[in-house]
């Protein structure tokens, strides 16, 4: 049974009704509806301002749609319901400046009531190279470092669906090597995950692509590199040119 | 791992439990940091002072009682103004919570806390409790110094006035803040935000036409002028005020699990830039900051195009405004920049006015002290007037490309907001004029308009152009470029204000000492300026 299979199996983890969001006069994303299953791993491509971020802040329930709705596993994003079951890692890490990385992934992980976090912080920093730096200050990381320990928040909590932004940013050939594994692991244990990228080897591995141009859904199918293609414009063409044939 | 949310609500204690732990040990970690004998220190300069500028305040004022007159005129309306000024705190108040203030959070908080499963109005409980305490506390503090101010010129006893004025001043920055929280928690849409406001400041306006005390913010002014009338009043009405006060303040903090999160997030981001630029004294990212936080954009559409209209109509705008030289070009831009100001920068720079006219009026009666707020009503308005200055240095580049030389540029750019800075003393005149000002002082604001608007704002732009880096590595020479600017303002609206007035008490012509000041304060204004034009011409890239 494939990922597309179970998902149209089970009810959907994201359920966009009609979704749309303005700023001001602007059209952030139009009227979307869209249905995402357990076991998914979707690729969101689309170029800078195509509604990607919105998208994902909206289901992370950061930013509150104009029109429609968006519900997870049932209930509202941004309920207490949505939040227990959504991980959200945004495009630019956030940490608290006087707490070390260890600290931060205690908080989180109690927060989201994980109390099985000492037993799993250490499988989440050694893969991705922290494991020296958990007792390590945020301000003391490089970029590259700040990006992974942001993943490894995203990762230290329950999750029933999972919004990473641009999350291969600033990382090694490693360590996306890694982070694919991650995504990958986390939609075989049938969670849905959402990631939005500019990077093509996303695609490869992913079980959906949905691409968005200014707004609007303009590709929504198998992560096929001419069928994308022929979807986007000759400037976001660009973005999914390169993609290997997936083997 | 795979959620399972079906039991959360078993699971809030232990979220709570955490969240706790997570503030307890970043106080830990803060207390860690703290240098003790540097914060004793610093409290000890502190207490010195705030202990001499009280007692120095305290001594400034002169004893001059009320008269007869304005101690009727107190009685019948005090109350009633004090009140409209608690409507208008508290008309604020629901402006600023329909923006998505007044809390301003962490961005981990808004990523971390506020995106996990937990009670927000619980996580973010303890925030506003303290934004209410501080609150309170610099309003209780202020309250004290007007309270102060009170015993000296009207009856009663000094330990009332300073503990009513207290009071009063601790309510009303409780009730602007409890009003803000109410609009952000329960999100009040930005109508019924105007009509609140409208009706709350109306009923005010109200009270003090009728010379009554119906709303609950008259009996909040009833409470501050409570020693007055105290033998004649019951503790009713004031208390009744103060049960206003604290229910809005329990509705604000019941309400915060509503708090947007969107705002949450932009305040956040603005606010950690504006402490940065507070701790470097760039006073120019703070001015765009601020206006960032309270979302004061310019308008779309200006009041008044001032853009040239076709046909037979172009003819008779060419002829009104014949010159396409750098001149016109910068003037014309300048009025562009102002009329498309928001409405509240309008009416705060119109306040601004006002409350300078109203200082000044309190000054010449004998309230000294008070120069140093028509000082600075004059500078914060002036800081609006000179945008764009502003807008010019922010820009080098686009400065050093002009074909005209970049000390020209600034002198230039100097006529325009000068006309509005006049306009601002006028407004100051006119209030106080309606406020009873006497004809000497009359006169001596009318003389002081132009020199004080040249000086205002040749401080103001030299306030904003400042570098904030120039001085890092030396601190108090930092501290002194950034308060050399408001010195001035301060001795060239206070100096010829105090020596007219000195004049009139000893028989002589106030308007004549005040003229002959403000060709000194003229003196210092073109010397700023052209200190000014010189240092933005000598910073651009290319020479000009």
């Known amino acids: 049974m494939t990922a597309t299979d179970r998902a149209a199996a089970d009810p959907p983890v994201l359920a966009a009704d009609g979704l749309r969001r303005e700023y001001d006069d602007l059209l952030a994303l139009a009227p979307l509806d869209l249905a995402v299953g357990p076991g998914e791993l979707v690729a969101l491509v689309g170029s800078n301002g195509a509604g990607k971020t919105t998208l994902l802040t909206v289901a992370a329930g950061l930013v509150e749609p104009s029109h429609g709705t968006i519900h997870i596993c049932g209930a509202l994003a941004g309920s207490l319901e949505a939040r227990a079951r959504t991980s959200y890692i945004p495009d630019t890490p956030v940490f608290y400046q006087d707490l070390s990385l260890n600290e931060h992934l205690e908080y989180i992980a109690r927060l989201h009531a994980a109390e099985d976090w000492r037993d799993r912080a250490p499988h989440l920093l050694e893969p991705l190279g922290l494991q020296q730096w958990g007792d390590k200050l945020p301000n003391q990381f490089s970029r590259g470092m700040r990006q992974k320990a942001s993943i490894a928040l995203g990762f230290i909590r329950p999750f029933s669906l999972l919004l990473a932004d641009e999350p291969f940013d600033g990382l090694d050939p490693p360590s996306r090597t890694v982070l694919v594994e991650m995504l990958r692991a986390a939609a075989a244990e049938g969670a849905a995950v959402i990631v939005s990228t500019h990077r093509t080897e996303v695609a490869d591995f992913s079980s959906r692509c949905i691409a968005l141009h200014d707004g609007q859904l303009v590709y929504d199918g198998p992560p096929d590199r001419s069928i994308i293609a022929g979807h986007l414009p000759p400037q976001d063409g660009l973005l999914v040119a390169d993609v290997p044939e997936s083997g | 791992m795979i959620a399972d949310a079906s039991g959360w609500g078993a699971n809030q204690a232990s979220s ?154 601790g309510a009303v920055a409780v009730s602007a803040l409890a009003s803000a929280l109410i609009a952000s928690g329960r999100r009040l849409h930005r109508v019924v935000i105007w009509v609140l406001a409208a009706l709350i400041v109306g009923w005010s306006v109200a009270d003090f036409v009728g010379q009554r005390v119906t709303s609950p913010a008259s009996m909040l002014g009833a409470l ?311 240092r933005i011409a000598a910073r651009v890239p290319v020479r000009s």
């Open chain 2, 16 to 169: 709570l439990q955490a969240l706790r732990d997570l503030r307890s040990a970043r106080r830990r970690h803060y207390a860690a940091q703290v240098d003790w004998i540097e914060a004793g220190y610093r409290l000890y300069l502190g207490v010195i002072f705030g202990g001499w500028a009280l007692a120095l305040i305290s001594g400034a004022l002169a004893d001059v009682r009320v008269d007869g007159h304005a101690l009727e005129q107190i009685h019948q309306r005090g109350a009633a103004a004090l009140g409209l000024l608690v409507a208008v705190a508290v008309a604020a108040g629901l402006r600023s919570g329909g923006r998505g203030g007044p809390l301003v959070l962490e961005a981990p908080d808004v990523q971390h806390v506020l995106l996990a499963p937990v009670d927000r109005g619980a996580a973010l409980r303890g925030l506003a409790v303290r934004r209410l305490r501080t609150a309170g506390f610099l309003g209780l503090v202020l309250g004290l110094i007007a309270g102060i101010f009170a015993f000296r010129r009207l009856p009663g006893r000094p330990a009332e006035w300073l503990l009513c004025g207290g009071v009063f001043g």
């Open chain 2, 224 to 534: 501050a002028l409570w020693p007055l009338h105290r033998a004649n009043e019951s503790f009713v009405l004031p208390a009744a005020g103060l049960l206003v006060v604290t229910v809005a303040a329990v509705l604000g903090l019941t309400g915060l699990a509503g708090t947007s999160l969107e705002a949450a997030r932009r305040r956040a981001g603005l606010a950690a830039q504006l402490r940065f630029a507070v701790t470097t004294q760039d006073l120019r990212a703070i001015i765009l900051l601020r206006r960032q936080l309270a979302s004061e954009i310019p308008r779309r559409r200006p009041w008044l195009a001032l853009a040239p209209p076709d046909g037979a109509r172009r003819r008779r705008w060419r002829r009104l405004a014949p010159s396409d030289g750098p001149r016109n070009a910068i003037w014309q831009r300048d009025w562009q920049s102002f009329l498309r100001w928001p409405l509240v920068r309008v009416l705060r720079v119109g306040a601004l006015g006002a409350l300078a006219g109203l200082s000044l009026l309190a000054v010449w009666r004998g309230t000294t002290p008070l120069v140093l707020v028509a000082a600075f009503a004059l500078m914060v308005a002036a800081f609006d007037a000179v945008e764009p200055i502003g807008q010019e240095v922010d820009h080098p580049t686009l400065l050093a490309l002009l074909p005209v030389g970049a000390g020209q540029v600034i002198r230039q750019h100097l006529r325009a907001p000068t006309t509005v800075m006049a306009g601002v003393g006028l407004i100051a005149t006119a209030t106080a004029i309606v406020a009873g000002a006497p004809a000497g002082l009359i006169g001596v604001i009318l003389v002081m308009t132009v020199p004080t608007a040249l000086l205002s704002l040749s401080c103001a732009a030299l306030s904003v152009t400042n570098d904030p880096f120039a001085y890092v590595l030396a601190p108090e020479l930092g501290y002194f470029q950034t308060g050399f600017p408001v010195a001035l303002v301060v001795i060239g609206v206070g100096g010829p204000v105090l020596l007219a007035r000195q004049a009139a008490r000893h028989g002589a012509s106030a308007v004549g000492a005040a003229v002959a000041c403000e060709l000194a304060v003229f003196a210092i204004s073109l010397a700023v300026m052209a200190y000014l034009a010189y």
